[in-house]
């Protein structure tokens, strides 16, 4: 199956707990419709036109900074962009497929759905092609920043497995749970029930930021573990898609009966004015929908982690983006922030060009120039990040071809500012 790494066990009350790493370095101090066979998925018709929408400035087509390097986006770019490109803010063709009786999506569909959290597959285990082609089923992965989930939230999810999917919740590397076995006829009625209760799927999956992690265990009464948690939190709000394309196709419209849980947590950052906020370096797009983003939003998966000084269990180093917490000497305010990018260990096997690669020391921000310097990270990849070869659009593949001190100057030239070095 796809999706994150991950087990079949007995359901946990919290995914964090089943996420707890004893390495720690030092960091610088099913019920429903009967299937019908299906007929191999459709695709659709593919648009050629991935340029800026009408009002967006900035975008892969029209950086903000100009760097030099091998790929430049313009003439040509991989499938998945064009997909996206097509999709009015990830509506199209899911919306229309969503409507109609048959168990699969288009192959268009596929990629738009991840954003929507969920893969569509097959149980490999049968042996007859008619067989497989009987058993699409669709997985469900949950964002739930830092691991933490609640009992209400749990037994709904117990209830979900139980009734849609195939009676088991399997718990991610990136602390969340995934959910299998779900047929599409029921799939509207689980990603509802999973929002109304105060969680959401979209953002598991997808060309966007996905879960946030913090270490496993939370110590309350330490000031940077909390920290952690509540910035962990304010990046997964701030880097969610802002199309309502997600409550057009499984609420009706209708905005979620309950707010997300973790929203309690992250009121004082006033996450909506810093989304919008423009410093006037190019990390804004002027698009009408997704001003961070864009029409295309990024050119892969986006993967971030804030950890502590010394406790290294998120494994800080194999995150497109990673943070430590500093502390001013009195243990109980934040300094800022040591940030690490461009790690990850995904290659394709027998391509050479692609590869793991541990994440560089960007440098230090103050608390203050946190939010903005992760929103300028998350412009550059988009901007720059290689969308003609999709086995090479990770940021590690950016950093790796512009030199960690390349990369930095393109961030303060999107931050307006430098960074300060690593601090220790």
Request: charged fraction near 25%; aromatic fraction near 8%.
């Amino acid at each position: 199956f796809h999706g994150d790494r991950v087990g079949a066990m007995p359901k946990l009350l919290l995914a964090s707990a089943v996420l707890a790493s004893a390495s720690a370095y030092q960091l610088g101090t099913p019920a429903g419709r009967a299937p019908r066979a299906a007929p191999p998925p459709r695709m659709q018709e593919a648009a050629t036109d991935f340029g800026l929408a009408p009002g967006q400035k900035y975008g892969p087509t029209a950086p903000a900074h100009q760097v030099i390097k091998p790929w430049s986006n313009l003439e040509t770019q991989e499938g998945v962009q064009i997909i996206k490109a097509a999709s009015n803010d990830l509506r199209q063709p899911l919306l229309d497929d969503m409507g109609n009786d048959e168990i699969t999506v288009s192959k268009d569909s596929i990629h738009i759905l991840k954003h929507h959290g969920s893969y569509m597959q097959q149980n490999r285990d049968l042996k007859k092609k008619s067989d497989r082609e009987a058993s699409y089923q669709f997985m469900l992965r949950l964002k739930v920043p830092c691991g933490e989930v609640p009992g209400a939230l749990y037994r709904e999810l117990d209830e979900l497995s139980n009734k849609y999917g195939q009676g088991d919740l399997r718990a991610t590397t990136r602390q969340a749970f995934q959910l299998h076995g779900v047929l599409k006829g029921n799939l509207k009625t689980v990603i509802a029930t999973i929002a109304n209760v105060g969680s959401n799927t979209y953002g598991g999956c997808g060309d966007i930021n996905r879960n946030v992690m913090t270490p496993a265990v939370c110590f309350p009464n330490n000031p940077a573990y909390v920290a952690a948690q509540d910035y962990s939190k304010a990046l997964a709000d701030l880097f969610r898609p802002m199309t309502e394309a997600f409550n057009e196709i499984w609420l009706d419209g209708e905005k979620a009966a309950t707010v997300e849980y973790w929203q309690k947590d992250i009121a004082k950052f006033d996450l909506d004015k810093i989304r919008t906020y423009d410093n006037g370096h190019g990390i804004i797009t002027g698009h009408p929908v997704e001003p961070i983003y864009g029409r295309t939003y990024l050119p892969k998966k986006f993967k971030m982690a804030i950890t502590v000084p010394g406790d290294n269990s998120v494994d800080l180093y194999i995150n497109d983006v990673g943070a430590v917490v500093i502390m001013e000497p009195d243990g109980k305010t934040v300094k800022g922030f040591n940030v690490v990018v461009g790690g990850g260990m995904g290659r394709t096997h027998r391509k050479e060009e692609t590869f793991a690669r541990a994440a560089d020391h960007l440098g230090f921000v103050k608390e203050a120039d946190f939010f903005e310097c992760m929103k300028a990270i998350v412009a550059a990849q988009r901007d720059h990040g290689n969308r003609e070869v999709r086995s090479s659009a990770r940021l590690k593949y950016l950093v790796h071809t512009l030199g960690v001190d390349g990369f930095r100057s393109l961030v303060e030239k999107y931050m307006g500012k430098p960074m300060e070095p690593w601090a220790p």
